[in-house]
């Protein structure tokens, strides 16, 4: 688990060090163009590697102590892959010489269509069948790394767009080379000519059919925005995309961390401990996430100049948009993944993708004529609310969260003095020193705020602070 958590987070990291560069030193366009052309190869990846990572690690995993069985099914489930990326190679080849809009975006679209075959290649589901996740994280923050280094070297100018998406995907291929060399010698394995398809589709396909959910739900804004729009549309929206799922990111990932322990008191009939269990995570993600939703809105314009310049200050209405998703999303999350999943409810979860991803393409396809990135950014917020609202629906009886509304009764009236520091402060001008004056004196306010008012949620927070210094001692 730690290890997952440090590969998690150097996935957020990294890009906050990448990302300002590359937004100050490309055009809206370029990163646009970029972007673009990523989603649309994201498709096409996702059809070559249809959910076979996620069933070859469940399924191998009960059989890893048994190596010729093993050695079976990893070259039957390496046939399949590769069988579905000569598919998809030559739908993609025939979509690029068929669909007018792609003409354009033929270089960066040839390019990032190298990830596909060697993503196919790097079995990287072998290392989380052995459940060798030190390997992962090494070799993630090493590529990581390495790609930082070739950004500053390769991506000098405007224009620059074929060099980032090189540097892109060099990381990408050269992280799954290393893949395939260690993969082999944990056990050798080859293409089979017998698929075994009867036993293996059925499941891969329902695995798939999530993935392909959640993919058109996270991915279609960016999608349907460069076809109906423009690259300059796309640029925009990149940035208020990348802040947004940083924080998204950082939040969901503390929920990730409880599931285990709240299946354990489920499967063992403790129904009291996970009500207290799930109440004090549910106030701990409200007192975290109000102030960070509240704080960005408040420095939208700041935030932006500081990972990208102004030439990016059409991104602010999205951006605002996408920060009032964000609580939402949080909470459907915790639902989804901190109820409903310990209960075993996969297929409500299911319902409610598929449901969001349906509003989020079908709004988009409405709405993005009219309002470009912030159409895209409102069918975000709607689609989450959507997702909250499915799950919360079937959840709600698993769920007995008493003291909940003085919770958020306590966040709001924090949230209101972190405004009132922001308006006060606003009248500094010197760049630096005012984002750091709203942080520090706003984060105080707050928390004297809902200390005062003993939530439970800085109480716990405060508790489990002192607690991990007197542990380091």
């Given amino acids: 688990m730690a290890l997952n958590a440090v590969k998690s987070l150097m996935g957020i990291v990294f890009p906050l060090i990448s990302f300002p560069y590359v937004a100050k030193t490309l055009s809206v366009t370029d990163l646009g163009q970029y972007n673009f052309a990523s989603s649309v190869i994201g498709y096409f990846a996702l059809f070559a590697q249809l959910g076979i990572s996620s069933y070859a690690v469940r399924e191998g995993a009960g059989i890893r102590d048994n190596q010729e069985k093993l050695k079976k099914f990893c070259g039957e489930i390496l046939s399949i892959n ?26 960066l679209l040839l390019t990032f ?12 589901w072998i290392f989380g069948i052995y459940e060798d996740y030190l390997f992962l994280t090494i070799r993630s923050i090493v590529v990581q790394m390495l ?35 260690c993969a082999q010698k944990k056990i050798r394995f080859g293409l089979r000519k017998s698929l075994n398809l009867r036993h293996h589709l059925k499941p891969i396909l329902i695995i798939f059919s999530t993935a392909l959910a959640c993919t058109i739900y996270v991915n279609s804004d960016v999608t349907v925005l460069g076809f109906i729009c423009s690259d300059y549309n796309v640029g925009l929206y990149s940035v208020s995309t990348k802040i947004y799922t940083v924080l998204k990111t950082v939040a969901t990932s503390t929920l990730m961390v409880a599931i285990p322990r709240l299946s354990y008191y489920i499967a063992n009939n403790m129904q009291s401990e996970y009500n207290k269990q799930l109440k004090t995570i549910l106030q701990t993600v409200i007192v975290l996430i ?11 314009r700041e935030v932006i100049l500081l990972l990208a310049d102004e030439s990016y200050m059409g991104a602010i209405e999205s951006l605002v948009i996408l920060c009032a998703a964000l609580p939402v999303c949080v909470l459907a999350t915790f639902v989804g993944q901190c109820t409903l999943m310990p209960f075993k409810e996969e297929k409500v979860i299911f319902k409610a993708t598929i449901i969001s991803a349906a509003v989020n393409l079908v709004l988009n396809l409405i709405l993005i004529p009219f309002f470009a990135q912030n159409a895209a950014a409102f ?27 003085k919770t958020i009764r306590n ?6 003095a972190i405004v009132v520091c922001c308006v006060l402060l606003s009248g500094v001008h010197l760049f630096t020193v005012r984002i750091l004056a709203d942080i520090v004196i706003s984060a105080i306010t707050y928390l004297v705020i809902l200390t005062l008012l003993k939530e439970e949620g800085i109480v716990f927070l405060l508790r489990w602070t002192r607690q991990r210094k007197s542990e380091e001692k």
Avoid: W
């Avoid at 930082?148 to 090189?166: H, S, T």
């Avoid at 109000?290 to 939208?300: D, E, K, S």
């Avoid at 966040?411 to 209101?416: E, F, P």
């Fill in 113 to 124: 269509s190298v990830q596909i075959i060697f993503t196919t290649i790097g079995t990287e």
């Fill in 411 to 416: 966040t709001a009236l924090g949230s209101i």
């Fill in 82 to 107: 590769m069988l579905a990326t000569a598919i998809v190679y030559v739908v993609f080849f025939m979509c690029l010489l068929t669909v007018p809009k792609f003409h354009g975006y033929t270089a």
């Fill in 290 to 300: 109000a102030p960070v939703t509240v704080g960005v809105i408040m420095l939208r």
């Fill in 379 to 405: 069918t975000t917020l709607l689609a989450e609310g959507t997702a909250l609202i499915i799950q919360a629906y079937y959840a709600r009886k698993y769920m007995k969260l008493s003291g909940i509304f």
């Fill in 147 to 181: 790609s930082i280094v070739l950004l500053f070297v390769f991506v000098r100018k405007q224009g620059d767009v074929i060099p980032y998406a090189v540097v892109t995907v060099t990381a990408n291929v050269g992280a799954n080379v290393v893949n395939c060399v």
